[in-house]
């Protein structure tokens, strides 16, 4: 069993920065196992944002490779999105997932709201 717990969300205006945490606990294998982070905006379908590997390597969606910079610290079992340079369609609830070798957990989700 794993539990995934997010953090950081909030109400930014556009052109701000936010950055997201998502703490793993449970089993203890976070650190060999690659995560994401995904965002669900009302009416649209759950995407990918951004997924790191266990040894660091980073991969981006297109909307906001550049802006957007996910990172890990496998001493504290967290994940992290740094979000910059945020836009109002960046409006979403961000859950963080586990995608391997421990797959499917995901966390409960936190709301980053952009405001124009």
């Known amino acids: 069993q794993v539990q995934l717990v997010e953090s950081g969300g909030g109400l930014v205006q556009a052109g701000g920065s936010l950055r997201l945490s998502c703490a793993a606990s449970?089993?203890?294998?976070?650190?060999?196992?690659?995560m994401g982070w995904y965002r669900q905006a009302p009416g649209k379908q759950r995407e990918l944002v951004a997924t790191?590997?266990?040894?660091?390597?980073?991969k981006y969606a297109d909307s906001v490779k550049g802006r957007f910079t996910i990172s890990r610290d496998n001493a504290k079992n967290t994940v992290y999105l740094q979000m910059n340079s945020l836009k109002p369609e960046d409006t979403a609830v961000y859950y963080c997932?586990?995608?391997?070798?421990?797959?499917?957990?995901w966390g409960q989700g936190t709301q980053v709201t952009v405001s124009s």
């Open positions: 997932k586990t995608e391997g070798p421990i797959l499917g957990y």
């Open positions: 449970g089993r203890s294998l976070f650190s060999i196992n690659a």
């Open positions: 790191i590997t266990s040894g660091g390597s980073p």
